[in-house]
């Protein structure tokens, strides 16, 4: 699995000829509601290059669900696979097309050429907000928890769709807009006891970093960059 970060929670996994692309955020369209949140990092646009073959949303806030970068990716004849819970999935759904939307609330679980995606809990300021956990076709898991605080259900999940054994975990630790700080972040990540742990959601409307995110197995994404596990 190729994994490239695209800055704030962007993901881009790669593997076997799919292309699956998570959250991206690739424009300015948050300064625009809030000058203060302005982009720390240029878009590069070679990204809108990307042809992605599934991409999911696990919420409705525009630094992850992104009307203009969305319009980048999705028309009426991209023919994708979208992921998304109600929230984004009543929104997205009405470019229409050729496109499959499929609303992923909690415990949902699609499978796509081997590759199969289930949705689980977040708690998050959003109505119907999830985590995603991609299971490839050797059985790796990769986590990425959307924006969420700790919150002791989220476990109860993992253990119900039978996702405890994570390989890769990608987690926000910025410590606003109801996410985790750093070191419930940490605590989460001992939890989880993930072979590697990404932390991501910060950097791009401010000047954090993950210095103060401790755990084992850490791996710090650089922008732009194949994150290397």
């Not at 991609?134 to 790796?140: A, N, P, S, T």
Request: hydrophobic share 40%.
């Amino acid at each position: 699995m190729k994994i490239i970060f695209l800055g704030q929670a962007g993901l881009i996994f790669r593997t076997d000829g799919l292309t699956i692309m998570v959250d991206p955020y690739l424009s300015d369209s948050v300064e625009k509601v809030n000058p203060a949140s302005y982009r720390r990092v240029p878009v590069d646009e070679n990204f809108f290059s990307v042809r992605p073959d599934i991409m999911i949303f696990t919420h409705d806030h525009l630094d992850h669900f992104d009307p203009e970068t969305v319009s980048r990716f999705i028309s009426s004849d991209s023919g994708i696979t979208v992921l998304a819970p109600r929230s984004v999935w009543e929104k997205v759904r009405r470019i229409g097309g050729n496109n499959n939307y499929v609303m992923f609330n909690r415990m949902t679980s699609w499978t796509e050429k081997g590759i199969t995606f289930t949705a689980v809990r977040a708690e998050h300021s959003d109505p119907t907000p999830i985590g995603v956990v991609i299971r490839d076709r050797d059985g790796k898991r990769y986590y990425i928890t959307g924006d969420t605080l700790y919150n002791e259900k989220i476990f109860d999940d993992l253990s119900i769709t039978g996702n405890t054994e994570i390989y890769a975990l990608f987690l926000p630790i910025n410590g606003v807009g109801n996410n985790m700080n750093a070191v419930d972040a940490s605590r989460f990540a001992k939890r989880i006891a993930a072979e590697r742990t990404v932390p991501i959601h910060t950097g791009m409307f401010d000047c954090m970093t993950a210095d103060g995110f401790d755990c084992e197995g850490k791996t710090v994404p650089r922008i732009y960059q194949e994150i290397v596990l």
